[in-house]
């Protein structure tokens, strides 16, 4: 049985940081893409950055030049770290494994699939203005 949790959640002020960790029991790691997606009470489930296997990094433009996702092969982990955080980045953060084909397809916007892949249960972030 997978599962992938997180870790590293809490509450900063505006600009402040935050790293979250994610280690994932899975089986042939690299075969998927590895990333973070998040959502805040009444939005979508968006996706915020992913790695694949390859290292190929693709984020979200709101987090652009503020998050960077790394992955420790070795040890089935990949982190976020998260810099000059917004009130807007508060949400639930959740890691996620997936084909890199669901993990780009989510990513542009499809609809979130709980059945799809495999998800953290999620860590809260809040920022405070």
């Known amino acids: 049985e997978v599962h992938l949790v997180e870790s590293g959640g809490g509450s900063v002020q505006a600009g402040g940081s935050l790293r979250l960790s994610c280690v994932a029991s899975?089986?042939?790691?690299?075969?998927?893409?590895m990333g973070w997606f998040r959502q805040s009470p009444g939005n979508k489930r968006e996706g915020v950055t992913y790695?694949?296997?390859?290292?190929?990094?693709k984020y979200t433009d709101s987090v652009k030049g503020r998050f960077t996702i790394s992955q420790d092969s070795a040890k089935n982990t990949h982190d976020l770290q998260m810099d000059r955080l917004k009130p807007e980045d508060t949400a639930m953060y959740y890691c996620?494994?997936?084909?890199?084909?669901?993990?780009?397809?989510?990513?542009?916007?499809?609809?979130?699939?709980?059945?799809?892949?495999?998800w953290g249960q999620g860590t809260q972030v809040t920022v405070s203005s």
């Open positions: 899975i089986f042939n790691y690299k075969r998927f893409c």
């Open positions: 790695i694949t296997p390859d290292g190929v990094t």
């Open positions: 996620a494994a997936q084909t890199c084909h669901d993990m780009s397809t989510m990513f542009a916007g499809a609809p979130y699939n709980p059945q799809s892949g495999y």
